[in-house]
């Protein structure tokens, strides 16, 4: 009766000790894997801070350069066109240059907009693509449009500066690489949803190749990605390239 007791204490101190060590060991795994949980997300969390920020530089550089041209190559030349009008003026040119000034004047306050420090960390996506709009168009870069469809929704004001981001720097390229003539955009918004379409009619590329090398178009999607949406590009060679954006609020 003893030795039985005395087995049934063995086995049931056995039986303590295993649960003991498999809850040691599943609370040692759970501990890891919460620690490596936590980790990435602190990760991520510095990822998108710093994505952010970069977008925040990048708009705030291509703001700049875009001011220094528009300076330069548009209100400059007009101020220079007084200038030389004034200078051989007469009473039928004084109507010539008074235009002339209110054209210079207009394009300031264009610039103003842009130079303002709530369009460049507050980016409202709607009125920022309506600038860039405009100015192609004022400028003659390309004949550019914008449609708006869907009732608009507010988003992640973050979240706005990567997209915007994101539609500059196709834009860009567009302009400096396209050899298009149009570039056609389009905001829908949805219940829980935004598409953006921007489309150009140029040289376009093939896919294919440029996948191997394209780490632009791997830094969009990456970007995309982070703020809960998806990039994806369409282009054929002559067929003009299509950059399309859906977010998901």
């Given at each position: 009766m003893e030795q039985q007791e005395g087995r049934i204490l063995i086995v049931t101190t056995i039986v303590i000790v295993v649960i003991i060590v498999f809850l040691v060991i599943l609370f040692t795994v759970f501990q890891r894997r919460k620690n490596k949980l936590?980790?990435?997300?602190?990760?991520?969390?510095?990822r998108y801070e710093r994505e952010i920020a970069e977008a925040q530089i990048e708009i705030r550089e291509e703001t700049l350069r875009n001011i220094s041209w528009e300076l330069h190559d548009n209100i400059g030349q007009l101020l220079t066109l007084a200038k030389i009008q004034l200078q051989h003026s007469s009473s039928e040119?004084?109507?010539?240059?008074?235009e002339i000034i209110a054209k210079s004047l207009t394009e300031v306050r264009a610039l103003s907009k842009v130079i303002n420090p709530d369009f460049i960390n507050?980016?409202?996506?709607?009125e920022a693509l309506k600038l860039e709009i405009e100015r192609?168009?004022?400028l003659n870069y390309i004949d550019a449009s914008l449609v708006v469809t869907g009732e608009e929704q507010e988003i992640n004001q973050k979240h706005g500066i990567v997209i915007f981001r994101i539609l500059q720097e196709f834009f860009s390229n567009?302009?400096?690489?396209?050899k298009g003539s149009k570039l056609m955009v389009?905001?829908?918004?949805a219940e829980d949803s935004i598409q953006i379409e921007a489309k150009d009619d140029g040289v376009g590329f093939e896919m294919d190749r440029v996948r191997l090398k394209g780490i632009g178009l791997?830094?969009?999607k990456a970007r995309a990605k982070l703020i809960n949406a998806e990039a994806k590009f369409i282009s054929e060679p002559q067929k003009g390239t299509s950059l399309i954006i859906n977010y998901y609020i």
């Open positions: 936590l980790f990435e997300r602190a990760e991520n969390k510095k040119s004084i109507g010539e240059i008074s507050n980016v409202k996506l709607k192609f168009n004022r567009t302009i400096k690489h396209s389009s905001l829908n918004y791997q830094n969009i």
